[in-house]
Structures are given as C-alpha cells and as structure tokens.
Nanobody
Framework: QAQLVESGGGLVQAGGSLRLTCALSGRTYGYYAMGWFRQAPGKEREFVAAVSWRAAIKYYADSVKGRFTISRDAGKDTAYLQMASLKPEDTAVYYC????????????????WGQGTQVTVSS
C-alpha cells in the first residue's frame, strides 16, 4: 500500500520561506507525477504545483508562480516544495499526492494522498 508523508510545515512570518518534503513508500505502480495541493479553512482543495516522473515537466498555479519551486530527483520517490516570499493567504494545510498523468491539475486525477502538513504565515 502506497503511503505519502509530508513534513516541513510550520509557522513563518510573511516574506519568509519554508521547504516541504514529501516521501512516498510502498509504491505499487511505475511512472507517476508528484504534486502539491493546499486547503485553507472553508475553502476547496486547490492545486499548487506538480512535477513529472523525470522532473522534466513542472507546472504551477498562477498564485504561486515565481515564489514556489517544486523539485524531485528524477525517478525518485521524494519531492520538495520550496516556498519563498510567503503571504498570509498561503496559510493552509498542504497535501502531497501522486498521479499517473502529467499536467492534470484536478484532485480527482491524483490517487494517493498524504495526511497534510500545516503551513501558517503570519502578517
């Protein structure tokens, strides 16, 4: 059974940085993309960023483009989300997920999810 574990969340002041890590264990299928979503209280889960299996393709939500960077070692089971210039509106629970598809930003396309890590940005 595949399991995803996120780490690296916390409390940071506006303008600060955090690095989230997502580690996958018990992988049960071959090539997959890894992505990050977030969900703030009272809001729907939204796409943040994703990276393809060999890390050749990366895509971002407009709201984080230029501030967040997703990465992974090609063909490895760990992904990272480097977040810079954080804003209070980035406050949310951040979830890592995997999908066999590239460039699909819908939660329904992702079939394994972590439990999430809280990111809180104070003003």
């Amino acid at each position: 059974q595949a399991q995803l574990v996120e780490s690296g969340g916390g409390l940071v002041q506006a303008g600060g940085s955090l690095r989230l890590t997502c580690a996958l264990s018990g992988r049960t299928y071959g090539y997959y993309a890894m992505g990050w979503f977030r969900q703030a209280p009272g809001k729907e889960r939204e796409f943040v960023a994703a990276v393809s299996w060999r890390a050749a393709i990366k895509y971002y939500a407009d709201s984080v483009k230029g501030r967040f960077t997703i990465s992974r070692d090609a063909g490895k089971d760990t992904a990272y989300l480097q977040m810079a210039s954080l804003k209070p509106e980035d406050t949310a629970v951040y979830y890592c997920a995997t999908t066999p598809y590239n460039n699909d930003r819908t939660p329904a396309a992702f079939d394994h999810w972590g439990q999430g890590t809280q990111v809180t940005v104070s003003s």
